[in-house]
């Protein structure tokens, strides 16, 4: 299967939720993904905005509890909530997975985004990978897994922490 987001200024997800047409709305709302015995590869699409957006969860101020991905390949872009978005659980089980944060198209080159996890001031619960090869790359200073934070250029505020609170890797080659 392959998904993608498609408009200049899109602001969703391939497979999941968008945040209004607008692009600044409230955000929709998915209680559960689960890609299960497939081979999947997604991309949020390009614009000013579509980096805000993970490829497969939600876009900004939209929520999503939980991404299960078990028994499969995916290829794509960043896999969990977008910008503002909080969630409940990624679990990777028996999956090979490659998840690439797509870099902001914005003034700001160093917002940062994670290849699986919240974006940025948003929060997850639990990130579990088990019997898996993972690899996740974040951009503008975000980590590959996990939530990512900000500090300004002058170093003096700091503002946009994500949060998580376990991550949990078994049996598993991740990089």
């Known amino acids: 299967m392959?998904?993608?987001t498609v408009g200049s200024s899109s602001q969703c997800a391939a497979i999941g939720t968008g945040d209004g047409e607008d692009g600044w709305g409230t955000g929709g709302s998915i209680d559960s993904i689960t890609i299960k015995n497939c081979s999947v590869s997604a991309d949020s699409?390009?614009?000013?905005?579509?980096?805000?957006?993970?490829?497969?969860?939600s876009s900004q101020k939209a929520t999503v509890?939980?991404?299960?991905?078990?028994?499969?390949t995916y290829t794509g872009g960043a896999i969990g909530a977008g910008y503002g978005g909080d969630m409940e659980s990624?679990?990777?089980?028996?999956?090979?997975?490659?998840?690439?944060a797509k870099p902001h198209e914005t003034n700001d080159?160093?917002?940062?985004?994670?290849?699986?996890?919240?974006?940025e001031?948003?929060?997850?619960?639990?990130?579990?990978?088990?019997?898996?090869?993972?690899e996740a790359s974040?951009?503008?200073?975000?980590?590959?897994?996990?939530?990512p934070g900000r500090v300004h250029l002058d170093a003096t505020l700091t503002d946009g922490s994500g949060e998580v609170?376990?991550?949990?890797?078994?049996?598993?080659?991740?990089t």
């Open 2 to 4: 392959s998904a993608r």
């Open 45 to 57: 699409g390009a614009g000013s905005k579509a980096s805000w957006a993970c490829a497969v969860g």
């Open 65 to 72: 509890k939980r991404i299960t991905i078990e028994d499969s």
């Open 90 to 100: 990624i679990e990777i089980s028996n999956s090979t997975v490659k998840a690439t």
């Open 109 to 119: 080159p160093h917002a940062p985004a994670a290849g699986i996890g919240p974006g």
């Open 121 to 134: 001031r948003g929060s997850i619960d639990s990130i579990v990978i088990d019997r898996s090869t993972v």
């Open 138 to 147: 974040g951009t503008g200073g975000g980590p590959g897994i996990g939530a």
């Open 165 to 174: 609170k376990s991550i949990a890797i078994t049996d598993s080659t991740v």
